[in-house]
């Protein structure tokens, strides 16, 4: 079992449709962050969370410690938010390194 | 605020030559991590370099290594390519290596090895 878990892997969606990607994850953690990938391989940082909730614009990022899981929303979906959306941790047990989820690919259709 | 810049963008080798990849860190941070993301899958962590000295290390054999000069840019080095080491590479600079420091991510060199 992969210590991050991203569901669902694939989500095709209409536009104005609000969109929730889920992450669950089985470590220990510093910290947690969303990231969008756009093809073409760049990443940007969304979120980092330890606790609570954030928001950007039409972004959401909830956390829940004790439930070992995160939530990410977006409100009045568009199709540029289609990409790659990926959760990872910070390990208490690696500093140095995130542990990565494997992405859930977005596609929002005009 | 001048972001994370990486070079080259694209890259095509041949197995068994050498590369180098280039990083240049978030204006201010100390701190530069490399990840190797294979197509289709998740980043996959190499190593990080703190203050020019590299302070953790993913599985990765030793053919690939790296610098981190005063001005804390950074290379990546891979010897001896092998056809499995085509993936994109990303780096991303943070302050002091902490846990909590956001890191911010380059656009990442596009390495083929035919």
């Known amino acids: 079992k992969n210590e991050v878990e991203q569901s669902p892997q694939n989500l095709t969606a209409q536009e104005g449709e609000f969109i929730t990607i889920n992450c669950s994850y089985s470590?220990?953690?510093?910290?947690l962050h969303w990231l969008q990938q756009h093809p073409g391989g760049g990443i940007v940082s969304l979120f980092m969370?330890?606790?609570?909730?954030k928001k950007h614009g039409r972004l959401i990022a909830t956390i829940n410690i004790q439930e070992k899981h995160s939530s990410l929303h977006i409100t009045a979906s568009h199709p540029r938010d289609s990409a790659v959306y990926i959760c990872?941790?910070?390990?208490?047990?690696?500093?140095?390194?995130?542990?990565w989820g494997a992405g859930t690919k977005l596609i929002i259709k005009p | 605020e001048t972001g994370v810049t990486q070079s080259p963008t694209h890259l095509i080798k041949t197995r068994g030559q050498q590369v180098t990849l280039r990083c240049s860190s978030q204006?201010?941070?100390?701190?530069v991590s490399w990840y190797q993301q294979a197509l289709g899958q998740g980043p996959q962590f190499i190593f990080q370099?703190?203050?020019?000295?590299?302070?953790g290390r993913g599985n990765f054999p030793p053919r690939f290594s790296g610098l981190q000069f005063p001005n804390y840019s950074s290379e990546l080095n891979v010897n001896a390519l092998e056809l499995d080491d085509s993936a994109l590479y990303l780096c991303?600079?943070?302050?002091?290596?902490?846990?909590?420091?956001?890191?911010?991510f380059g656009p990442g060199t596009r390495l083929t090895v035919l």
């Open positions: 990872a941790v910070r390990s208490m047990d690696s500093n140095y390194q995130l542990i």
């Open positions: 204006s201010g941070h100390n701190t």
């Open positions: 969370l330890s606790s609570g909730k």
């Open positions: 470590v220990g953690i510093s910290a």
């Open positions: 991303a600079s943070s302050l002091d290596g902490l846990s909590y420091n956001e890191q911010f």
């Open positions: 370099y703190y203050r020019e000295e590299e302070n």
